[in-house]
Structures are given as C-alpha cells and as structure tokens.
C-alpha cells in the first residue's frame, strides 16, 4: 500500500499521507520426504526447504550423502548413516546414531542430537568444517555423543574447525579418541565451547594451531571456554596459554 484516506476527527478534515508497508513473506513449509537411497552412486539431497527422513539404517555407498539443498534437515529418527558432505547453506543433520563423518563446507550447519561411532579410517574429524580461507560462518554442534575409536589411535580430533567464524559447540558428550577433542586450525572469531562433557582420564581435550599471521590464539580472535566438565586435568591445550585462561 503506498497511500491511503485518514480522517482527522479533531477538525473533520480529510487528509491524505503517505504510508509504506513493507511485507515479510512467510518462509516456505517445508515438504517432508523419505530418503531414497542410492545403492551406487551415493545418496544426492538435492532440493531446498525439505525434510528428509530415514526409515532404514544405511551403510556404504548408499549411506554417503551428498546435501546440496538449501535449508535442508536430515532427520535420521534413530538410524545411521555412513558420511555427509553438506555443499549447502542453513542444513540441519540430527537424530542419528552410529553415525560416521560430517562435513559442512557452507554456512550455517547445524548437527544436533547425534551419536558418532568413526569408521577405522576416520582419521581426522568426526564433525569438521574446513575451508583453506576465512569465510563459511554459523555452525552449531549440540547434544551430540562421540565415542571413541578402536584403537583410539586412529581418529584425532572429533570436532575440527579451520578458518571458521560464529561457532558454537554445546553441551556435547566427547570421549577421548585421540590427542585433541575439539581442535582449532588457522583463523577464529567469536567461537564459544561450553557445556561439554569430556569423559576421559587422560587427554588435552580442547586445543589450537594457529599459523604466524594469526599467533595471538584464541584470545585475540574471541573465543570463549566456558562451563565445560574435565575428567582430565589437562582439559585444554593450546600455543597461546591465554586460550585456556593461562
């Protein structure tokens, strides 16, 4: 509407403004589908503003999926999967158990409510986000449960980020796999870990590499430790000390 009549009651005078409205259409509802799984190729989630839902577990190739749908979620409802590779912006993953790697090469990922058991050949991050320049941002990683490998020599790292900003890892339940539970490599802004549960008697459970340009750590760049329960009494690791309130 760009104009309309309004009466003025105090002088009974009519008189005309200007009014702009400005409509917000309402998100799309999203359309609900099985996953039909690709027993050669892989699994391909293509379509934007869908829930896919399994109905059985999946092993390889089929359980290898392949999300390229924007604001997309996966809802495993019990069952398992073999790995993702998330190609899209705003795609939830929740629900699943036995679940092998996740990773979120867009914005905004969100894995929530999840048990991780790594394949032996899982050698570096469960959940990771990785990119070779600062620039994917927004990722949530709550309620999950990582359990260890065996040997646990195998995996290091069940959470990995590289040059990832707006991270928020929550109320996890991580066990010890490797060296370093939650690591970060490269650049970090405003990336905030707490809440977690770190099991283990033995292990440096949260930790950082930074490269030169970057060699302040975790203080200079906002990250924030908070609230999280060692069983070990390393509990976090780091080049700077600064990053674990040293």
Not at 151 to 161: A, K, V
């Amino acid at each position: 509407v760009t104009s309309m009549q309004l009466l003025n009651s105090s002088d009974n005078k009519i008189d005309v403004k200007s009014l702009t409205i400005t409509a917000y259409p309402n998100p799309p509802t999203p359309t609900v589908v099985n996953i039909i799984p690709d027993n050669i190729n892989g699994t391909k989630l293509l379509d934007a503003n869908t829930v896919y839902v399994m109905t059985t577990d999946l092993g390889f190739p089929a359980g290898a999926f392949y999300i390229t749908g924007e604001n997309s979620i996966v809802d495993c409802q019990g069952h398992s999967f073999y790995a993702a590779d998330i190609h899209a912006d705003n795609v939830t993953i929740k629900n699943c158990v036995n679940t092998g790697t996740i990773a979120v090469w867009e914005n905004h990922g969100t894995v929530q409510n999840n048990t991780f058991s790594p394949t032996p050949n899982t050698t570096s991050g469960t959940v990771k986000s990785e990119t070779s320049a600062p620039g994917k941002s927004g990722h949530l990683i709550t309620g999950n449960t990582f359990q260890p490998t065996i040997p646990s020599n195998l995996i290091d790292d069940p959470i990995l980020f590289q040059n990832v900003t707006d991270v928020v890892v929550s109320n996890n339940i991580i066990h010890a796999s490797g060296d370093i539970e939650i690591e970060g490599v490269g650049y970090f802004h405003l990336m905030t870990i707490s809440g977690n549960t770190f099991p283990s008697p033995s292990g440096a459970f949260i930790g950082g590499w930074f490269d030169d340009a970057h060699s302040q750590g975790f203080t200079s760049y906002k990250v924030n430790i908070l609230n999280n329960s060692f069983k070990s009494s390393t509990g976090c690791w780091s080049w700077s000390t600064l990053a674990c309130g040293g």
